[in-house]
C-alpha cells in the first residue's frame, strides 16, 4: 500500500469497508467493525469458558490488510502504530458476540467469539495483549485480530469468551488495563516463559476512575477549560498538578466516576464545550 490514505466508504451497517490506496494496479482492503457491543448479543446457550485457554503469544507477520498507516470511521482518523512493544494503556473494554460471528475480521481471519481474541483501534494486526479486570483481578490474553471498538468512549472490544472470563459480560463493559505481550513473556500464572509482566493492583468500584480532558503548562488555562466544563456536574471538575521532567503541568479532570453509563453522556458531550481528545485515567 502506497500514498494515499483510507476512507470510509460504505454505509453503517454490520461491516465497513477501508479502501487503501491505488498508485499500483491493485489494492487491498480491510473490514472494520463500527457497531457497539450494546447492539450484540450473547450466544444462546452457556458455555464453560474454563476448557478454553489463553491465546499463546507467537512470532507472525503483519496481516497484509488490517495495517494501514490510517483509517477513517464517522469522520474520525485513526493511527495504526508501526509496534506495540511496551504499550501499556488503561481505560474501558466492551464485548462483541454473536452479530459479528463467523463475519471476517480486518486482519482476514473469521471472528470466532470463543476463541481468545480482541479489537483494538491503533495495535498492529496481530499483536497479544494481558488484559486485567481491575475491578476483580481476573486477567486474560488475547490475539488482537480485527478493529475497534468504534464508541468514544472504549480502548478494547473482547471477544465473548474472553469478556466472561473476565467477569465483563452482564455490566456489558469493565475497567481493564491492555498490556502488550510479547512472546516468551512470563505471566502472573506461569503459563509462559520469559521476561515478567509488571503487576497490576486491583481497584474497586469505589475508587472510581477520571475523564482527563486537558494538560497545561500555565494553569490559567486549566482554570479556563474548568471554568468551561462546570456545568457538567458540580464538584467533578478539578485540576492536578503533575511535575513532568522537572516541569508542572496541570491537568483538568473529570470525576472521580463509578458509572460508565455517566462517563460515556458526559463524553457525548464535550465537544459541546470544544473538547474534542480526552482519556479515561485510572489512579
Given at each position: 500500500?502506497?500514498?494515499?490514505?483510507?476512507?470510509?466508504?460504505?454505509?453503517?451497517?454490520?461491516?465497513?469497508?477501508?479502501?487503501?490506496s491505488?498508485?499500483?494496479?491493485?489494492?487491498?482492503?480491510?473490514?472494520?467493525?463500527?457497531?457497539?457491543?450494546?447492539?450484540?448479543?450473547?450466544?444462546?446457550k452457556?458455555?464453560?469458558?474454563?476448557?478454553?485457554?489463553?491465546?499463546?503469544?507467537?512470532?507472525?507477520?503483519?496481516?497484509?490488510?488490517?495495517?494501514?498507516?490510517?483509517?477513517?470511521?464517522?469522520?474520525?482518523?485513526?493511527?495504526?502504530?508501526?509496534?506495540?512493544?511496551?504499550?501499556?494503556?488503561?481505560?474501558?473494554?466492551?464485548?462483541?458476540?454473536?452479530?459479528?460471528?463467523?463475519?471476517?475480521?480486518?486482519?482476514?481471519?473469521?471472528?470466532?467469539?470463543?476463541?481468545?481474541?480482541a479489537?483494538?483501534?491503533?495495535?498492529?494486526?496481530?499483536?497479544?495483549?494481558?488484559?486485567?479486570?481491575?475491578?476483580?483481578?481476573?486477567?486474560v490474553?488475547?490475539?488482537?485480530?480485527?478493529?475497534?471498538?468504534?464508541?468514544?468512549?472504549?480502548?478494547?472490544?473482547?471477544?465473548?469468551?474472553?469478556?466472561?472470563?473476565?467477569?465483563?459480560?452482564?455490566?456489558?463493559?469493565?475497567?481493564?488495563?491492555?498490556?502488550?505481550?510479547?512472546?516468551?513473556?512470563?505471566?502472573?500464572?506461569?503459563?509462559?516463559?520469559?521476561?515478567?509482566?509488571?503487576?497490576?493492583?486491583?481497584?474497586?468500584?469505589?475508587?472510581?476512575?477520571?475523564?482527563?480532558?486537558?494538560?497545561?503548562?500555565?494553569?490559567?488555562n486549566?482554570?479556563?477549560?474548568?471554568?468551561?466544563?462546570?456545568?457538567?456536574g458540580?464538584?467533578?471538575?478539578?485540576?492536578?498538578?503533575?511535575?513532568?521532567?522537572?516541569?508542572?503541568?496541570?491537568?483538568?479532570?473529570?470525576?472521580?466516576?463509578?458509572?460508565?453509563?455517566?462517563?460515556d453522556s458526559?463524553?457525548?458531550?464535550?465537544?459541546?464545550y470544544?473538547?474534542?481528545?480526552?482519556?479515561?485515567?485510572?489512579?
Amino acid at each position: 500500500m502506497l500514498s494515499s490514505l483510507p476512507v470510509l466508504t460504505a454505509k453503517i451497517a454490520i461491516r465497513f469497508i477501508l479502501l487503501s490506496s491505488i498508485l499500483v494496479l491493485s489494492a487491498c482492503s480491510s473490514n472494520v467493525k463500527v457497531v457497539p457491543s450494546s447492539s450484540d448479543n450473547a450466544p444462546s446457550k452457556q458455555i464453560d469458558v474454563s476448557d478454553i485457554p489463553n491465546a499463546v503469544p507467537q512470532y507472525e507477520p503483519k496481516s497484509r490488510y488490517g495495517n494501514p498507516k490510517s483509517y477513517v470511521v464517522f469522520g474520525k482518523r485513526y493511527y495504526v502504530m508501526e509496534s506495540g512493544k511496551g504499550h501499556v494503556e488503561r481505560g474501558i473494554a466492551s464485548w462483541y458476540g454473536t452479530k459479528f460471528h463467523g463475519k471476517r475480521t480486518s486482519s482476514g481471519e473469521s471472528y470466532d467469539m470463543y476463541a481468545m481474541t480482541a479489537a483494538h483501534k491503533n495495535l498492529p494486526l496481530p499483536t497479544y495483549v494481558k488484559v486485567t479486570n481491575l475491578n476483580n483481578g481476573k486477567h486474560v490474553v488475547v490475539k488482537v485480530n480485527d478493529r475497534g471498538p468504534f464508541h468514544e468512549n472504549r480502548i478494547i472490544d473482547l471477544s465473548y469468551t474472553a469478556a466472561i472470563k473476565l467477569d465483563i459480560v452482564k455490566k456489558g463493559t469493565g475497567l481493564v488495563e491492555v498490556e502488550v505481550v510479547e512472546p516468551g513473556q512470563i505471566l502472573s500464572d506461569d503459563s509462559e516463559v520469559g521476561a515478567p509482566v509488571s503487576s497490576v493492583t486491583s481497584v474497586s468500584d469505589n475508587n472510581g476512575f477520571y475523564i482527563q480532558v486537558g494538560s497545561f503548562s500555565n494553569r490559567v488555562n486549566a482554570e479556563n477549560l474548568k471554568n468551561k466544563l462546570s456545568p457538567i456536574g458540580e464538584g467533578l471538575i478539578n485540576i492536578g498538578p503533575v511535575v513532568v521532567s522537572g516541569n508542572t503541568l496541570y491537568r483538568v479532570r473529570i470525576g472521580p466516576l463509578t458509572d460508565i453509563e455517566q462517563s460515556d453522556s458526559i463524553v457525548s458531550n464535550l465537544t459541546n464545550y470544544g473538547v474534542y481528545e480526552h482519556h479515561i485515567v485510572i489512579n
